[in-house]
């Protein structure tokens, strides 16, 4: 009978617990006293690629995704093509529903939980049936074809305007991407960009450091800021917001609130305002001695100083490698480590206006403008992509880190030759407008 590790989800977390699982299995091999021969990693998700979900916000969303097969098959990883609903920790089994709607029990020795997270849509009249947004590939692919049809229409203010509902993180990079590539899109006509919060200042859980950066790339990417007011409802040709206040558009997107997966709710223990579990420094659920939970399901300690895990690309990385490390260790009879996870950093896009890097949870400014764009490029395109499908190189990726790794002459060269694209990108911008102003 073979002892199984199985996944639920391929995600960042969900992807890198898998490696991670298989490196250590790999590695203790080669000990003969470990009977590694009979151990399954199973990875249970809808679709075998990991979806780039920090992306889906730029053009061309449904590129935004990486096949996992070839990796999956270099490095031993099982894939069951499914969708878990069901997790029995007293009968160490889950159930899963395939697209063909048959369903079918997996069991398992070590469960580890890396189904992530999804938007919250609030039940406000007409959201479901109006409202765009970019939180699954999907849905990122809608909007995306509804922008390219909107040039097909008469152009008027209704076409002409977008309305993001909610200032947050992904608002504010949805708010200033469209700025620029709606006007793209739609060509000649005069594009609006509104953005709708309920907070007295736009991301405000971004705390104060980049707020002015953050204000004035809104402002000169033309974007309307409406705070301290809500969406009341949403129709086939607008929103109305809670001061009564009606704006005119076909393209109402809703970025506001997130949760863990419902998963969670059938693994007993604490859970924090969004629906993650609690678990301990291994990642370990409390309540059920083989289960890890990882990823945006997981609420754990980053550091020693109070600080816990946001539900970001950034801590899911870290979270899966060791998730997935700790659920092989454990039935290796191995001790497991700890998870930790000191640096925080935060890397937003503000559009044509470049980007911001900031460090630490005060999040103190340390790049912003053309500089930053280079380097939210760098971790787009290359940082969070998976490993090449090679043994070696996966599984020296797959090592369970507490600290970022030293940039590498690859990753340099990479850097550089995206900060001479961008300088290029703002001469050519310059050298266009001086010419306009010339000839006017």
């Given at each position: 009978m073979p002892r199984r590790i199985v996944i639920i989800g391929a995600g960042f977390a969900g992807m890198w617990s898998a490696l991670a699982a298989r490196r250590l299995i790999t590695l203790s091999a080669s000990d003969p006293?470990?009977?590694?021969?009979?151990?399954?990693?199973?990875?249970?998700?809808?679709?075998?690629?990991?979806?780039?979900?920090?992306?889906?916000?730029?053009?061309?969303?449904?590129?935004?995704?990486?096949?996992?097969?070839?990796?999956?098959?270099?490095?031993?990883?099982?894939?069951?093509?499914?969708?878990?609903?069901?997790?029995?920790?007293?009968?160490?089994?889950?159930?899963?529903?395939?697209?063909?709607?048959?369903?079918?029990?997996?069991?398992?020795?070590?469960?580890?939980?890396?189904?992530?997270?999804?938007?919250?849509?609030?039940?406000?009249?007409?959201?479901?049936?109006?409202?765009?947004?970019?939180?699954?590939?999907?849905?990122?692919?809608?909007?995306?074809?509804?922008?390219?049809?909107?040039?097909?229409?008469?152009?008027?203010?209704?076409?002409?305007?977008?309305?993001?509902?909610?200032?947050?993180?992904?608002?504010?990079?949805?708010?200033?991407?469209?700025?620029?590539?709606?006007?793209?899109?739609?060509?000649?006509?005069?594009?609006?960009?509104?953005?709708?919060?309920?907070?007295?200042?736009?991301?405000?859980?971004?705390?104060?450091?980049?707020?002015?950066?953050?204000?004035?790339?809104?402002?000169?990417?033309?974007?309307?800021?409406?705070?301290?007011?809500?969406?009341?409802?949403?129709?086939?040709?607008?929103?109305?917001?809670?001061?009564?206040?009606?704006?005119?558009?076909?393209?109402?997107?809703?970025?506001?609130?997130?949760?863990?997966?419902?998963?969670?709710?059938?693994?007993?223990?604490?859970?924090?305002?969004?629906?993650?579990?609690?678990?301990?420094?291994?990642?370990?659920?409390?309540?059920a001695h083989d289960v890890f939970v990882t990823g945006d399901a997981a609420c754990a300690a980053t550091d020693g100083h109070g600080h816990s895990t946001m539900m970001s690309c950034q801590h899911a990385l870290y979270l899966g490698r060791t998730a997935g490390n700790n659920a092989a260790a454990d039935l290796l009879r191995l001790p497991t480590l700890p998870y930790s996870q000191v640096a925080y950093k935060t890397c937003l896009d503000l559009g044509e206006r470049g980007a911001i890097l900031t460090e630490g949870w005060d999040r103190k400014v340390v790049v912003s403008g053309s500089l930053g764009k280079v380097v939210k490029q760098y971790i787009n395109t290359i940082l969070i992509n998976p490993p090449d499908a090679e043994l070696v190189k996966a599984f020296a990726a797959a090592k369970p880190k507490t600290a970022d790794p030293p940039l590498t002459l690859a990753d340099a060269a990479h850097l550089l030759r995206l900060l001479l694209k961008r300088l290029w990108h703002h001469y050519c911008v310059t050298r266009s407008r001086k010419d306009e102003i010339g000839r006017s």
């Open positions: 006293k470990t009977n590694t021969a009979d151990i399954e990693v199973i990875v249970i998700a809808p679709e075998e690629r990991l979806v780039l979900r920090p992306r889906l916000y730029e053009a061309n969303p449904e590129s935004m995704a990486a096949p996992l097969d070839e990796l999956f098959r270099v490095t031993g990883v099982q894939f069951i093509k499914g969708t878990v609903d069901v997790i029995s920790t007293k009968q160490r089994e889950v159930e899963l529903v395939n697209h063909a709607g048959v369903r079918s029990t997996q069991p398992y020795d070590k469960l580890v939980l890396a189904a992530g997270s999804r938007l919250v849509r609030p039940n406000i009249p007409g959201l479901q049936e109006f409202a765009f947004s970019v939180d699954q590939i999907n849905e990122a692919v809608k909007l995306d074809r509804h922008l390219h049809e909107l040039a097909l229409q008469p152009s008027d203010s209704v076409r002409n305007t977008v309305v993001v509902c909610g200032g947050g993180f992904t608002g504010i990079e949805v708010a200033t991407e469209l700025a620029g590539r709606l006007q793209r899109v739609l060509g000649d006509s005069k594009a609006r960009v509104v953005l709708v919060d309920s907070g007295a200042e736009v991301g405000c859980a971004l705390g104060p450091g980049p707020r002015p950066i953050i204000t004035k790339a809104l402002e000169d990417s033309g974007v309307e800021v409406k705070l301290g007011t809500s969406i009341a409802s949403v129709d086939a040709s607008g929103v109305v917001t809670s001061t009564g206040e009606r704006i005119e558009t076909r393209t109402p997107i809703w970025t506001a609130g997130m949760a863990a997966t419902p998963l969670t709710s059938q693994i007993e223990g604490k859970k924090d305002k969004f629906g993650r579990l609690h678990v301990g420094s291994d990642l370990r659920a409390p309540s």
